[in-house]
């Protein structure tokens, strides 16, 4: 289920949309509870499940980053450490074979772009794009060749072109801004 996509613009400003299905297998479910949202400074758009979201929007309490420490180390070894436990209390995470697993989200951040995916690896897309769920591959495509569209547009765009060729996409859409850091 699901597309979230995001884009970076030059100046570090985030862009982030999502839809409003919720699938189980081959039903389909609106819903008004929203997939992209603002956490103190941080924007996040959730894939894989609605319970992963409500942990991740209401039970979230991001660490302060230490000053000077880089942003992507502060992701890396505070932010998905607490992602981990707030899920292991929330009863959501899960142990395969030894490995504990989440689920995939984007995370707008002091000007970057984080994806976690479900094995709580930070990557930093090396595109001013990204995008996640069962729509991804397309919204990435659509982001890609829409790039001299403004940012808003570029994801608009792109979550149409997944609700059209994804069974698992669905309007409305949710479109959130993450203003540029203070420089």
């Keep these: 289920m699901t597309c979230i996509a995001a884009v970076r613009s030059p100046k570090g400003t985030i862009w982030m949309g999502g839809d409003s299905a919720g699938i189980a297998g081959y039903d389909v ?6 997939k992209v949202f603002r956490v103190g400074p941080f ?23 230490i000053p000077g420490t880089d942003p992507y180390e ?9 992602i981990r436990a707030v899920f292991k209390e929330g009863g959501y995470a899960t142990v395969t074979n030894g490995q504990e697993l989440g689920g995939d989200f984007l995370v707008g951040y002091r ?7 479900s094995d709580f690896q930070v990557g930093i897309p090396a595109d001013d794009f990204a995008a996640a769920g069962c729509g991804a591959e397309i919204a990435v495509g659509a982001l890609y060749a829409t790039q001299k569209l403004s940012p808003h547009e570029r994801i608009k765009t792109a979550l149409a072109a997944s609700e059209r060729f994804c069974a698992g996409v669905r309007s409305p859409f949710t479109i959130l801004q993450l203003p540029a850091p203070r420089r």
């Design 29 to 34: 479910r609106m819903r008004k509870d929203p």
């Design 111 to 117: 000007g970057e772009l984080y994806q976690i995916e």
């Design 74 to 82: 502060y992701m890396i070894s505070m932010f998905v450490p607490m």
């Design 43 to 65: 924007l996040i758009g959730y894939t894989s499940s609605f319970r992963m979201g409500q942990l991740l929007r209401f039970n979230f309490s991001p660490p302060d980053q």
